[in-house]
């Protein structure tokens, strides 16, 4: 196990390189408003994060683009940031979307970020209310 907690023993390092992008993209989702459970749709959407970093422990990245359709409403990304861990399977970030709202996002590769496929969630909020969004799609 390395220094930090990450552990890399059965999985190996991915090269990325500063300025790479990784965009994951889908039209299979779905989301349920927070304290409603009843209140549910489908969701699509995109995110690209591009490598602002590479450390010893992982990579830091920002989020250049992307957008959230939910309940008829499209969010584009405003800004965000996110850092993913040394074997490039999980991504972690927060941001803002515009006309407004927040998010907090978690991602998580089958097989790693630099091409396969990717499960996507989001803790957003537009301000009056909260959304618990989960993308399915491609990287």
């Known amino acids: 196990m390395q220094q930090g907690g990450w552990s890399s023993e059965y999985q190996s390092q991915v090269s990325l390189s500063v300025g790479q ?3 994951v993209t889908s039209t299979a989702g779905e989301y349920f408003v927070v304290g409603s ?3 549910n749709g489908t969701a699509s959407g995109f995110l690209t994060f591009t490598v602002t970093g590479k450390l010893s422990q992982g990579y830091t990245l920002s989020l250049t683009s992307g957008s959230l359709t939910i309940a008829g ?3 584009n990304i405003a800004s965000g940031s996110a850092q993913m861990d040394p074997t490039s399977t999980t991504i972690s970030g927060q ?4 006309p407004t709202g927040q998010f907090i996002v978690h ?3 089958h097989g790693t970020f630099v091409g396969s496929s990717a499960s996507v969630s989001l803790d957003f909020t ?3 209310a909260e959304y618990q969004v989960a993308l399915n799609g491609s990287v």
Do not use: E, V
């Open 37 to 39: 459970p009843g209140t």
């Open 126 to 128: 537009n301000g009056t």
């Open 107 to 109: 991602a998580m590769a």
């Open 73 to 75: 409403t499209t969010y």
């Open 95 to 98: 941001g803002t979307m515009n």
């Open 21 to 23: 992008t990784i965009t």
